[in-house]
């Protein structure tokens, strides 16, 4: 609700309106019938309330009219395209390193490539050629030399955590807990 010294009222109540208001408070207030405390102190707190309106003019009554938004409408669309083009520039490719864009639709040579044979027909999951271990034709992202990914990489001190941490068991950066040999001797 916006602040009572800057929101605006329509339909305040008349002087009339605010006397009719008064007298019916105030025979509510010495009737006979039962009224809980609370009751009684909300019609003395109205009636002041009320007599105080009639003496120096604030307004009573009424409905707060809705604020208006200082934005408009046609600015939401170009709001919502900056938040676009802002996660487009957070995107990294992994291959080239550069952003806007990621792996999948970096336009580099080796991009497309399997990194167990070197074959441009299909990728590494899709590839016919037994595991050996090594992936030759991948490149890593720390040195940029070729042999070996990033998680193995010899200038890599964060192993497979690239945004550092450790095996919660063993403290190992090589290794995943999941993965963990002292985990499961444990278990």
């Not at 009684?40 to 009320?50: C, S």
């Not at 030759?136 to 550092?164: D, L, M, W």
């Not at 919660?168 to 444990?186: A, I, N, Q, T, Y």
Request: net charge positive.
């Amino acid at each position: 609700m916006p602040s009572k010294y800057n929101r605006t009222l329509s339909g305040c109540w008349d002087r009339e309106k605010i006397e009719e208001a008064i007298s019916s408070r105030q025979a509510e207030l010495e009737g006979t019938e039962e009224k809980s405390t609370a009751r009684i102190k909300f019609l003395k707190r109205k009636i002041a309330k009320l007599k105080k309106a009639l003496k120096d003019g604030t307004p009573v009554g009424g409905n707060v009219l809705p604020r208006r938004i200082a934005k408009s409408k046609v600015s939401a669309p170009s709001g919502l395209k900056r938040s676009v083009s802002s996660r487009r520039i957070k995107k990294i490719c992994f291959k080239c390193r550069k952003r806007g864009h990621t792996l999948q639709d970096c336009q580099g040579e080796e991009a497309s490539i399997c990194f167990r044979c070197g074959s441009k027909d299909h990728i590494l999951r899709n590839c016919p050629s037994p595991d050996t271990g090594t992936l030759p034709y991948t490149s890593c992202f720390v040195c940029h030399k070729t042999g070996h990914i990033a998680s193995q990489c010899p200038e890599n001190e964060n192993g497979i955590y690239p945004n550092g941490g450790c095996c919660f068991f063993c403290g190992s950066v090589e290794h995943r807990k999941v993965d963990c040999p002292e985990r499961k001797k444990k278990s």
